[in-house]
């Protein structure tokens, strides 16, 4: 195979894709799930005919849904049997996307762990309250992106699997 296969191409974009969508789950702005879905649709769609490939754009769609109904309901429903308000994660995404900004790298994380802290703080009104609640909203975020980063890895496999049989 020479790159300029058409084939050859279309399975670097969607490999491309897939790996854009893998890094997503931890860089603001890149859609994540998205991203993998579409290197699959791609190669799906340009790579070639057959009924293999549609199969696995399948459960590659199933995944992806799957994936995103479980990347919010799981954490979420974490969070309110916490207890932890909508607004307290709502400043933590607005703090970790400034502090991205600010300081590159851990700037995310340390906005979001600050924004989530600074908000229960101000609600609970003592820091021995707050602190809990703020490891929940942590603990959920970092199980929302677990379950995004193996839904990804799923769908890389499957395309994997789907490269290697069609």
């Given amino acids: ?5 058409s084939t050859t191409v279309v399975s670097v974009v969607a490999a ?7 890094a997503g789950v931890v860089l603001p702005g890149l859609p994540a799930l998205p991203l993998c879905w579409g290197g699959v649709l791609v190669w799906t769609l340009f790579g070639g005919a057959g009924l293999g490939r549609w199969l696995v754009l ?3 769609t199933g995944v992806a849904v799957g994936g995103t109904v479980v990347k919010y309901a799981w954490p979420g429903r974490n969070l ?6 909508t607004s307290s994660l709502l400043a933590g995404a607005v703090l970790g996307l ?12 340390i906005g979001f762990i600050g924004g989530i802290f600074a908000m229960e703080r101000l609600r609970l009104g003592d820091t021995r309250l707050a602190w809990p609640a703020t ?3 942590v603990a959920a975020a970092g199980l929302s992106m677990l379950v ?6 799923v769908i890389g ?3 994997v699997a789907g490269l290697v049989l069609t």
């Avoid at 491309?16 to 893998?22: H, M, S, W």
């Avoid at 400034?98 to 994380?109: A, K």
């Avoid at 995004?148 to 890895?153: D, I």
């Fill in 1 to 5: 195979m020479s790159l300029s296969d």
């Fill in 16 to 22: 491309l894709a897939i790996l854009a969508g893998l």
């Fill in 58 to 60: 399948a459960a590659a």
């Fill in 80 to 85: 309110k049997r916490a207890g932890v308000p």
């Fill in 98 to 109: 400034v502090g991205f900004f600010v300081i590159p790298v851990v700037g995310l994380v």
């Fill in 135 to 137: 490891k929940q909203a």
């Fill in 148 to 153: 995004e980063f193996l839904s990804g890895m």
């Fill in 157 to 159: 496999a499957l395309w």
